[in-house]
């Protein structure tokens, strides 16, 4: 008996945007795969960054780069998970692998809020509830301020004019000076915010006005610095571009902060030197001075005067034995 096997191809050929040519086999009639499709997790990052990109124009700055931040780190967080859907559960295991990161409770519950803002946007109201159990307070900070002395000690330091570092420490006594102004109003002051002997901003993070009175010590620094034929008061920013503008602001408030260690080191400090410490400072000195709550918060250019409280947290046993000390005496002296 004689076995003949008969084998038939077919050549097909596609053209596939140029010369390239694709050979099939006739009977293979596989179907093509199936797309795989996102996951409910990987389709709530697509639309939370989507979320981000819509409110950027309403947002401040740093609200934006907190949500880029939070959702940056919970897709890498989502990489070591097998999950499927948002849950409380999921975020729960978040919160525990953020801490695990060994992240301050004030990171993981800036991380929490931004990632709970987004998705109350992008799935409802009802997932506001899967955040109850995690972390979105804020915990004590350490103390931030500095003392008057230092503040004196930075001012009479003999710095090379024309340096970086003369810079920095002219930009931290003019924040201190301005009633605490934060460092990003100071690296956007245009010179058209001051005129009338006053200094007019609106805060980058709330969008508060807050009207500032002209002191010498002030002029005098803004007057160090003036240049024609540039918009903004510091020579800081060059981009008249909001979000180019933006990015040479964040570059240059890590260059402020390290050329501020350098700082507090040559002026011998014993605290910490941040873009923060100044406002910090006035807010503490103020209070000091017998300056009212409702004064400093509105000096801050806060809404609320309990944010203000975390600035004047720290208060010395002292004033509180003197405040003891006088409502005593009132009550034991009163006449009846």
């Known amino acids: 008996m004689k076995i003949s096997f008969h084998f038939e191809f077919r050549i097909i050929v596609q053209k596939d945007g140029g010369n390239d040519l694709k050979v099939k086999k006739a009977n293979d009639h596989k179907a093509p795969a ?77 991380y929490m809020r931004s990632l709970r803002s987004l998705a109350v946007k992008v799935c409802g109201e009802e997932v506001k509830a899967y955040f109850r159990k995690v972390y979105t307070g804020r915990s004590r900070t350490d103390k931030r301020a500095i003392h008057e002395e230092d503040i004196s000690r930075l001012r009479d330091l003999r710095l090379k004019p024309g340096t970086f570092l003369c810079l920095v420490r002219d930009l931290f006594l003019f924040s201190f000076y301005a009633l605490g102004m934060p460092f990003v109003d100071v690296a956007f002051l245009r010179k058209s915010q001051i005129s009338d002997g006053q200094l007019v901003y609106h805060r980058h993070k709330t969008g508060q006005r807050i009207t500032v009175r002209l002191e010498p010590c002030m002029e ?42 350098v700082l507090a080191a040559k002026a011998k400090l014993e605290g910490r030197l941040t873009s923060y410490v100044a406002r910090h400072t006035w807010a503490s000195v103020a209070f000091n001075a017998n300056v009212g709550l409702p004064v400093i918060s509105k000096a801050l250019g806060h809404s609320n005067p309990q944010n203000t409280l975390i600035y004047i947290r720290q208060i010395d046993d002292h004033r509180l034995d003197e405040a003891n000390k006088s409502i005593l005496y009132g009550i034991n002296h009163a006449r009846p």
């Open 34 to 110: 199936a797309e795989a499709q996102p996951s409910p997790c990987d389709s709530f990052l697509e639309k939370a960054q989507q979320e981000v990109e819509r409110q950027r124009p309403q947002r401040s700055g740093s609200t934006i780069d907190n949500y880029h931040t939070a959702l940056r780190s919970f897709r890498h967080f989502l990489k070591e998970q097998e999950a499927e859907e948002l849950t409380p559960e999921l975020v729960k295991s978040y919160e525990r692998w953020l801490r695990n990161q060994n992240l301050c409770l004030n990171t993981i519950s800036c």
């Open 220 to 261: 005098e620094i803004i007057n160090r610095y003036r240049t024609e034929g540039r918009e903004y008061v510091f020579p800081l920013l060059k981009s008249n571009e909001v979000q180019r503008s933006y990015a040479e602001y964040r570059q240059m408030l890590n260059r402020y902060n390290r050329t501020l260690k």
